[in-house]
C-alpha cells in the first residue's frame, strides 16, 4: 500500500516531461492552410510590380568598406541600409514620393511612385551641400516629417559614421530636385568640410509628440557603439555585441524634444542605460491607452525587446518599462519584456478586430539555422480604460499567440507594416525577410556562433567568415499574412507573385493613386527597389484620412487616432504614423477600410492642437478621403 506514492513521485518528472512533449507536438503540429484554401483566399488581392525608376552616374558597391577588424565580416556589417518612406512631398495632396536608401550607391534618392503621374520629376539624390562629410559615413534610412512646421514634408536622414541631417524642404518649392532642399545638422557640429563629428551608427527613428506639448518629437536609436565601423583605414575601437540574449553594449539613444518650428533639445538620459544601449533595429511608438501620450517600444537584436508606458509631461520625459510577470507555461522568451530574441522590427496595429492596438514584432526564425519566432501579441483588456489601468498597475496584458495563428515562423525578419489591402476591415501583414545572399551556405557557423561563450562573442575576431559570396538566408521571400475565417493566417506571397528570393529590409505603405486600396513598396537589400500597385478586384469602401494643423495645412497631426463604427458595430482604428518600425516608413495619412457600407460612418477622432490641448469629436464621414484642418475642432480643408 506504500509503494504506490513512491513510484509516483519517481515517475513524476517523467510523467510531466512525455506531457510537454505531446503538448509541443500537437502545437506543432496546427493544421496548416491547404493549396486549395489559399487560392481561394488569394483572389480577394492583386499585386502588380513595377520598377522605380533610380538615378544614374553613381559607382555601384556590393558590399561596404568596413574597419579592418570587421574585414573578414563585412558582408555581415553591410547587411543593414535599405530603406523606403513613402509620403508626399511634392504637396500634390497624394503620398506618391519615394525617398529611398540605396546601399548599392549609399545615396538618399528621392523618385515618384511608378504610376500614371510617375514623370513629374526626375529621380535625384539629396545633396547635404556645404555640411561636412566623409568617405566613412553611409545612410541607413529616411524619415518624413514637417519638423520646422511650415506646412511642407521635410526628409531626416541617418547615417552610419555622423550624426542626423534634415533636408528641409523650401517653402515656395513647386516641383523636386535637389535645390530645394537645403540641408540642416540636427545636432550641431562642425562646418568645416570633413565631418570629424560623433560617430553615431543610427538604425531605427520614430517621430511622435512624447511629451505632450503639441510638437512631435524625434527619437534616434543607435546599433553598435559610435566607433569607426566603416572607417577602412584603421583597426580596433570596434566592438560586437557582448551576449546572445542580453546585450548592453549598444549605442545610445537619443531623444529630441520639440519645442516648435523646428527648434529641437536633446535629451540623452530619458531612457536607463540598460534599455538606451541595447541594440536596436526597430522602434515603434503609438498610443495604445488612449492617454494621448505614445507607448514606445524598442526591438532589439541580441537582447530583451522594452515595451515603455508613457508618463511623460510637457518638456519632462518619463517612460516605465512593462513587463510579463513570470509564468509556469508560457517560456519566459515568450513574454513581453523578458524575451532574448532577435527582435528586427515591428508594428502596432489592430490584429484581432478588437478596436484595441496589437504588436507584432519580427525576429530571426529561420528552421534548421536560429529557429526563435515573430511575436504575434494580442491586447488583452476590455477597452483602452482597461489597458490604461493594467499598465498603470505595472501590468502586461499581452499574449503571444504567433505559434496558435500560424505567424510564428518566416525565416530571417526585418520590417513589418500591417494595412487592409482590401478594404474588409480587416489588417494584414506585410513582412520583409532574408539575411545576406551569396553561394556558399554559412548556417553552420552561425549556428556555433549562436552557442558560443558570451565573452568572446564581444571581439570580432571570434567570429566565423561572411563576407561577398557567403549567404545567410540569402532565398528567404517576404511574407504577407492574410487571416482566414479561423484566425489562423496564411503566407499568401507565392500565391501573389511576391516571394521572390531577394533579402528585403523595409515596406512602406500609403495609397499612392489615391484609388481607395493601399499599396506598398519594398526596399531590398542589395537589389532594385519595388512597387507594388493594389489592383485588388473586390474590395470595400475606405476612408482615407488626410489630418493637418489648423494653422499649418499641410503639417500632419502625428499622433491622431481615428475610429470609425461601422453598422454592425465593428470599430476599426488607425492613426497618424510618425515613421516606425525597421526601415519603412509608411505615408501620414488614415486608412480605415469600411467592408460593404452603404453610407456615412461614425468616425471618432482625438488629437492633440498645437497648445498640447488634447480635443476629440466625432463626425459622419461618407467612403472617400478627407482632408481636415484640426485645431480645436475639425474642419474640412
Not at 29 to 45: G, H
Request: aromatic share 8%; net charge negative; proline share 6%.
Amino acid at each position: 500500500m506504500t509503494a504506490k506514492p513512491g513510484w509516483l513521485h519517481r515517475q513524476l518528472p517523467g510523467i510531466i516531461a512525455l506531457v510537454l512533449v505531446v503538448t509541443t507536438f500537437m502545437v506543432a503540429r496546427l493544421p496548416e492552410t491547404s493549396a486549395a484554401e489559399k487560392s481561394v483566399m488569394a483572389k480577394d488581392f492583386k499585386f502588380s510590380p513595377m520598377s522605380i525608376a533610380m538615378p544614374s552616374g553613381f559607382k555601384q558597391q556590393e558590399v561596404r568598406k568596413v574597419n579592418q577588424d570587421y574585414k573578414h565580416i563585412d558582408a555581415w556589417i553591410s547587411s543593414v541600409g535599405a530603406a523606403i518612406a513613402m509620403n508626399d512631398v511634392d504637396a500634390d495632396g497624394l503620398p506618391n514620393d519615394l525617398c529611398i536608401t540605396d546601399p548599392r550607391i549609399d545615396q538618399v534618392v528621392v523618385t515618384p511612385v511608378p504610376d500614371r503621374n510617375g514623370d513629374r520629376y526626375p529621380p535625384f539624390a539629396l545633396n547635404p551641400g556645404v555640411l561636412p562629410m566623409n568617405g566613412q559615413i553611409a545612410p541607413m534610412g529616411c524619415l518624413p516629417g514637417d519638423f520646422n512646421e511650415d506646412g511642407r514634408i521635410d526628409l531626416l536622414v541617418y547615417y552610419w559614421g555622423r550624426t542626423p541631417i534634415i533636408f528641409y524642404t523650401k517653402p515656395g518649392a513647386k516641383k523636386l530636385d535637389p535645390d530645394c532642399f537645403v540641408a540642416v545638422e540636427l545636432v550641431p557640429t562642425s562646418t568645416s568640410g570633413i565631418y570629424e563629428g560623433p560617430q553615431w551608427n543610427s538604425n531605427a527613428v520614430t517621430y511622435e509628440d512624447f511629451d505632450g506639448n503639441g510638437h512631435a518629437d524625434i527619437l534616434i536609436t543607435n546599433y553598435f557603439k559610435h566607433s569607426p565601423v566603416l572607417d577602412d583605414r584603421v583597426a580596433g575601437g570596434v566592438e560586437m555585441n557582448d551576449s546572445m540574449s542580453d546585450a548592453r553594449n549598444g549605442g545610445e539613444d537619443y531623444f529630441f524634444l520639440n519645442q516648435g518650428k523646428g527648434k529641437f533639445t536633446m535629451v540623452d538620459d530619458a531612457l536607463p542605460v540598460e534599455v538606451s544601449k541595447g541594440w536596436e533595429l526597430g522602434a515603434a511608438s503609438a498610443d495604445i491607452d488612449g492617454d494621448g501620450l505614445p507607448e514606445l517600444h524598442l526591438a532589439n537584436d541580441f537582447g530583451p525587446d522594452h515595451l515603455l508606458h508613457n508618463k511623460s509631461t510637457p518638456g519632462k520625459l518619463a517612460f516605465e518599462e512593462i513587463r510579463a510577470y513570470g509564468s509556469p507555461v508560457v517560456p519566459k522568451s515568450k513574454q513581453i519584456g523578458n524575451d532574448s530574441f532577435k527582435g528586427m522590427g515591428e508594428d502596432f496595429a489592430d490584429l484581432d478586430g478588437d478596436g484595441l492596438y496589437d504588436l507584432f514584432v519580427s525576429n530571426i526564425t529561420t528552421s534548421w539555422g536560429i529557429e526563435e519566432s515573430n511575436f504575434h501579441f494580442l491586447t488583452k483588456a476590455k477597452d483602452q480604460t482597461d489597458l490604461r489601468n493594467k499598465l498603470n498597475a505595472g501590468e502586461a496584458p499581452f499574449d503571444d499567440v504567433s505559434g496558435k495563428v500560424n505567424t510564428a515562423w518566416s525565416g530571417w525578419g526585418w520590417d513589418v507594416k500591417a494595412g487592409d489591402f482590401t478594404n474588409q476591415g480587416v489588417n494584414q501583414v506585410v513582412q520583409a525577410t532574408g539575411f545576406v545572399k551569396g553561394y556558399v551556405n554559412r548556417w553552420p557557423q552561425l549556428q556555433e556562433l549562436a552557442t558560443a561563450n558570451d565573452q568572446l562573442l564581444i571581439d570580432p575576431v571570434f567570429w566565423p567568415n561572411v563576407t561577398l559570396g557567403d549567404d545567410v538566408g540569402g532565398d528567404h521571400t517576404m511574407k504577407f499574412f492574410v487571416r482566414g475565417a479561423d484566425g489562423r493566417y496564411a503566407d499568401l506571397a507565392p500565391e501573389l507573385g511576391l516571394a521572390i528570393p531577394v533579402p528585403t529590409r523595409g515596406v512602406a505603405t500609403g495609397d499612392a493613386d489615391g484609388d481607395g486600396r493601399l499599396d506598398f513598396a519594398m526596399a531590398r537589400q542589395w537589389d532594385q527597389p519595388v512597387y507594388y500597385r493594389n489592383e485588388a478586384p473586390n474590395v470595400g469602401k475606405a476612408i482615407t484620412l488626410c489630418l493637418f494643423h489648423e494653422d499649418t495645412p499641410g503639417s500632419p497631426v502625428v499622433g491622431a487616432q481615428a475610429v470609425a463604427t461601422l453598422p454592425d458595430g465593428r470599430k476599426v482604428i488607425g492613426r497618424v504614423d510618425g515613421g516606425g518600425g525597421h526601415s519603412g516608413k509608411r505615408s501620414n495619412d488614415i486608412h480605415l477600410g469600411l467592408g460593404d457600407v452603404s453610407g456615412p460612418v461614425q468616425v471618432h477622432l482625438t488629437w492633440r492642437d498645437r497648445a498640447g490641448q488634447r480635443q476629440e469629436q466625432d463626425l459622419q464621414l461618407t467612403p472617400g478621403m478627407h482632408a481636415l484642418l484640426l485645431g480645436a475642432q475639425a474642419k474640412e480643408k
